[in-house]
């Protein structure tokens, strides 16, 4: 089983709309969550943050997490075309020497079509 | 606040050919730092990870090697660049919050 996986899309959405992006993980001792956005031929940028289960809000995004079904989501209301980009889904690492080192899925290619 | 310096930007080397990629954090102290690789059609690769000065820890066995001369700089090298070592290559600091540098693209030929 992949540590993180995602779907890679591409997930196309009409603007205004509520895009939904989803990570699973299989690493239990995993308590720091991230999502990150990245755009063609840039660097990912952080963007959430989570580590508690529930919903947490940011602006036009909410992340949810469910650590016991080891579930990870990005909610994105009134998406914009500038919301077109690929979204990572990162877990923090929880055992061992690598205690803190973040795990990246492939991340979930978003496109908003005006 | 922290920012990631990475150069170069953009690279071109033959096979065979050495490689010094560098890092520079400002705006903290003491950050973790790791490099990560992008290649085509992949997901982000943790390549080294270092807790403090010349402490190293590599994640997958290749012919990549990694330093941390200083607090805040972080290097990649190689010896003899393979095709595969071809990518985006992207340094990382943690601390207090996270970020990435600016990445650096490397095609060997």
Redesign the interface.
């Known amino acids: 089983q992949k540590e993180v996986e995602q779907n890679s899309g591409p997930l196309s959405v009409p603007e205004g709309a509520i895009a939904s992006l989803n990570c699973t993980y299989s690493d239990r001792g995993s308590q720091s969550f991230?999502w990150?956005r990245q755009y063609s031929?840039?660097?990912?940028?952080?963007i959430m943050?989570i580590y508690s289960n529930g919903d947490k809000e940011d602006g036009r995004f909410t992340a949810q997490l469910n650590k016991a079904s080891q579930y990870v989501s990005l909610l994105i209301r009134d998406s914009q075309p500038s919301d077109s980009a690929t979204y990572?889904c990162a877990v923090e690492r929880g055992y061992g020497?690598?205690q803190?080192?973040?795990?990246?899925?492939?991340?979930t290619k978003l496109s908003v079509k005006p | 606040s922290q920012t990631i310096h990475q150069w170069p930007a953009t690279l071109v080397q033959p096979v065979g050919s050495p490689l010094s990629l560098e890092c520079t954090v400002e705006g903290t102290s003491n950050p973790?730092l790791?490099w990560?690789r992008q290649a085509a059609g992949?997901?982000?690769q943790?390549l080294f990870?270092s807790v403090g000065i010349g402490q190293i820890?590599s994640?997958v066995p290749q012919n990549l090697s990694a330093s941390r001369p200083q607090d805040r700089q972080f290097i990649l090298s190689s010896k003899k660049l393979l095709l595969s070592d071809s990518g985006f290559y992207?340094c990382?600091w943690?601390r207090s919050?996270?970020?990435?540098?600016?990445?650096t693209?490397l095609t060997v030929l």
Do not use: D, H, T, V
């Open positions: 991230f990150y031929g840039k660097s990912p940028e952080l943050s990572l020497g690598s803190g080192n973040l795990i990246f899925g492939k991340g | 973790n790791y990560y992949r997901g982000l943790l990870y820890s994640e992207l990382a943690s919050s996270r970020g990435f540098g600016p990445g693209r």
